[in-house]
């Protein structure tokens, strides 16, 4: 159903969701969505809401089953297996939300070392280094012992960021990570992106944020009623897309 | 503070002026009588701060256990479910003092070998077990209360369900229900003096000695007087915690 293949093929694909179904009380939000993600590249999925963004990333990531199709990381690990081991998905697979959802009861570093700790296994000290060395990285060496109240949204969204890249992540999926913040916010998280993009990490990213999409993808996925309907690179999908709904939404993307 | 003192010296006035204020004076209110029954008393107590520490975190970890059994969602669970829920259920509806009596009375006639047949250890078990179904419900609403994004934000962390439960969800939950744990915590001291209707000399019973020995009710007064000097700070200590867990989320909530 997708209006073009992607630039990759599937023996190199990183990423590869296959005809993937899903709905929630019968309502289908995905219907049969492919898309391929190459190793280092970053794409940016685009839509309205309800065109099925946010539920494609957290199928990616194991919180939703699929109702039918495939996704596969790296050719090995088969997400939508039954019997795949899900928390070691997870550990490859990072995500970022909307809301933070940081860890109320605990500092800042304590959010960050939680999961090398636990699920690595990686000795207390190390992993008090290897967070604080992340939090300096991302602005926030003075918040690493305040609580997230403490913080503002800019700073909790950079804090969660930091959070997922603590375990290491090969690929890392954000989920409208700026929609909830003041606009005066949304550039320093974008800039954490941007960098992390520069530094090579594998990227799906669902946005609204078309001048970012345009900046930063190698991709741009434009999806609509739970298909991927047309997808290229930024430049060619902004300004001269191919389908008549990719036009409408851009325009409407534009006025608002 | 003003009005609350001229409210106290009304009451006073009007209550030492009814007709039969000098004879209840004598009988509840005795100095002498007082005097010489209150170290008795305080002896006793030392009975119902026992049954009371005992029991207090035996019906944490009961509570905390059944809130997880009823939580659990796997199908293989559903036995385990069952039960806990049927606890609850079977518990929170009979009155404690019932419970005290059944399992006071009942279980040493069974005259099981092994088993402790003191007539204080089944009360405080009784106690437990009443307390034990109130408390699982407070957890659960605790439980409850911890947003899911919370739980899908550690488990996108790689975490596993147990190390999610035990790191995110009940540090959250226990701080959110410690103002309702503290209400129980209050109530469970006042009812440790239900076990007296098993035999065991504590505050109560003693009481209820003293005053069948002069007829004169002044030991129940002394006895309420311990009580209420326990109690009191504790009420004080769980309004405060209160304040402080709703100052909490209002910040949270802003950030």
């Known amino acids: 159903m997708t209006a073009e293949a992607g630039p990759s093929s599937a023996s190199t694909a990183m990423l590869e969701v296959a005809r993937v179904w899903k709905s929630f009380d019968g309502l289908s939000v995905l219907r049969g969505l492919d898309l391929q993600v190459s190793r280092h590249e970053a794409v940016v999925l685009i839509g309205a809401s309800g065109s099925g963004k946010s539920t494609l990333l957290r199928c990616i990531n194991g919180l939703e089953s699929v109702d039918a ?28 939300f909307q809301s933070y959802n940081l860890f109320p009861h605990m500092s800042v570093i304590d959010n960050v070392m939680l999961a090398p700790r636990k699920v690595l296994g990686v000795p207390r000290e190390q992993a008090r280094r290897q967070a604080a060395a992340l939090l300096a990285r991302f602005g ?51 800039d954490a992106v941007r960098d992390l993009r520069a530094g090579g990490l594998t990227i799906v990213m669902a946005t ?10 190698d991709r741009v996925c434009f999806l609509h009623e739970g298909v991927v309907l047309e997808q290229g690179p930024p430049e060619a999908l902004f300004t001269a897309p191919r389908q008549q709904q990719t036009a409408d939404f851009l325009a409407r993307a534009r006025r608002a | 503070m003003a009005s609350l003192v001229g409210f106290v010296v009304v009451i006073s006035l009007l209550v030492s002026r009814t007709p039969g204020w000098p004879a209840v004076q004598e009988t509840f209110f005795n100095g002498e009588e007082f005097v010489a029954t209150f170290p008795g008393l305080l002896e006793a107590f030392w009975l119902n701060v026992r049954i009371f520490l005992v029991a207090e975190p035996l019906i ?46 009942g279980v040493p006639a069974l005259r099981l ?12 078990m009784a106690l437990v077990l009443s307390y034990g179904a109130y408390v699982a419900e407070v957890f659960r609403a605790g439980i409850d209360s911890v947003h899911p994004s919370q739980r899908m ?3 996108s962390l790689g975490l596993s369900a147990f190390q999610t439960d035990r790191h995110v969800v009940l540090p959250q939950a226990v701080r959110n229900v410690v103002p309702p744990l503290m209400n129980d915590f209050i109530s469970l001291q006042k009812d440790t003096a239900l076990v007296a209707v098993l035999g065991p000399i504590e505050v109560l019973r003693q009481a209820q000695i003293d005053a069948s020995f002069n007829f004169n009710y002044t030991p129940y007064v002394g006895a309420a007087l311990i009580f209420i000097s326990l109690t009191i700070p504790m009420t004080r200590l769980a309004d405060w915690l209160q304040a402080r867990t709703a100052r909490r989320r209002r910040a949270g909530s802003m950030a």
């Open chain 1, 69 to 96: 199709g495939s996704i596969t990381l790296d050719g090995d690990l088969e997400v939508t297996d039954l019997d795949a081991d899900l928390d070691r998905l997870r550990r490859r697979v990072g995500i970022v």
């Open chain 1, 208 to 217: 609204h944020e078309m001048q970012f999409a345009r900046d930063v993808a």
């Open chain 1, 140 to 190: 926030l060496a003075d918040k690493a012992d305040e609580f997230p109240d403490r913080l503002s949204g800019g700073q909790s969204q950079r804090a969660a960021i930091v959070r997922a890249l603590a375990m290491e992540p090969e690929l890392m999926l954000f989920d409208e990570i700026t929609s909830a913040l003041d606009p005066l916010l949304v550039s320093e998280v974008l």
């Open chain 2, 113 to 124: 070998q092994g088993v402790p047949n003191e007539a204080v250890f089944w009360g405080t």
């Open chain 2, 153 to 155: 934000a550690a488990r």
């Open chain 2, 60 to 105: 944490l970890v009961l509570g905390l256990l059944v809130a997880l059994a009823r939580n659990l969602r796997a199908p293989v669970f559903l036995p385990i479910r069952v039960l806990a829920t049927a606890y609850v259920d079977v518990f929170r509806g009979i009155p404690t003092i019932l419970v005290i009596f059944l399992l006071g009375f």
